[in-house]
């Protein structure tokens, strides 16, 4: 079995332990992929048909609004990458989905990672697992956009998420935290 599919289900293992062939199952439907820095993984408009978890690197989600891109989610290692309306829904995202260092995903198609979870239920746990981490993190970061002062606000995310601070460029930092780039630099 590959180092990094032995990781990743160490990871999962964690949450719940899977039976052997579901971890077979899962071993033939996998697809490794490697993104290159600013390489997108989701464009916008279109449907985010995988699930992904993050075994390397980072990634960054965002969204237009009046021509000006925001970011709205960081996707570190061990997250769940995904935009979820569109996976869910099948729809076309409103994000766009891009890697931030060299990133490796681990990601599996919708209708396999139903499949799966349709005949290993186990395998259920550990995406609905994954999913409530990701509200956890969004609920985390909610009350810093609430926090009017610019210079608290990236308090408050440097000292709960440092590694954000540390690893995510300003270009998407910034926006992420509801300030402009020049802002940003004055605190960072």
Known sequence: MDFQITQLFDQFDKIHILSDECKMMIMRLIKIEQLKKNEQWLRHGQICRRMAFVQKGML?????HKANRVSCQIIREGDLCISPASFFQQTPSEQSIEAIEE?????LDNHMVRDICRRHPEFRIITETYLQNLLIVWDQFSPASRIIDSKNRFNWIKKNFPDVVNRVPKSHLGPFMGMAP???YRFK
């Open 60 to 64: 960054v989600a965002c969204y237009y």
């Open 103 to 107: 990133t490796i995903v681990f990601s």
């Open 182 to 184: 020049g802002t940003l």
